[in-house]
Nanobody, 125 residues
Framework: VLLLESGGDLVQPGGSLRLSCKAS???????MGWFRQTPGKEREGVAG???????TYADFVKGRFTIFQDYMKYTLDLQLNDLRPEDTGMYYC?????????????????????WGQGTQVNVAL
């Protein structure tokens, strides 16, 4: 499974971005997610989604970010609203482990197997 992220950019505080993740290859898991690494911090989970649409979010993005599957483009997208300077970082798309099925969406990086190269988000004046 190959994952390719896009959509990162420089945006002012309060602005919005939409990140997309295109997956190629044959996925056998039922879950995907978005993670990020901000300056000086370890990679952290942002949002997770199951194939059926159930989602979970990190507390620091609840109400601002939305993860969803775009069935027209066959992508996993992350809508980022009300961006803050502390949201600056590299955002990664991830896909679950081969043949693994989970019952609840997850932002635990240890349950993910495939990772994209990331797309950079910069929030500044």
């Amino acid at each position: 499974v190959l994952l390719l992220e896009s959509g990162g950019d420089l945006v002012q505080p309060g602005g919005s971005l939409r990140l997309s993740c295109k997956a190629s290859g044959f996925r056998t898991s039922n879950y995907m997610g978005w993670f990020r690494q901000t300056p000086g911090k370890e990679r952290e989970g942002v949002a997770g989604i199951l194939t059926g649409g159930r989602t979970t979010y990190a507390d620091f993005v609840k109400g601002r970010f939305t993860i969803f599957q775009d069935y027209m483009k066959y992508t996993l997208d992350l809508q980022l609203n009300d961006l803050r300077p502390e949201d600056t970082g590299m955002y990664y798309c991830a896909s679950g482990r081969d043949r693994k099925t989970i019952h609840d969406p997850s932002i635990d990086s240890t349950v993910y197997q495939y990772w994209g190269q990331g797309t950079q988000v910069n929030v500044a004046l």
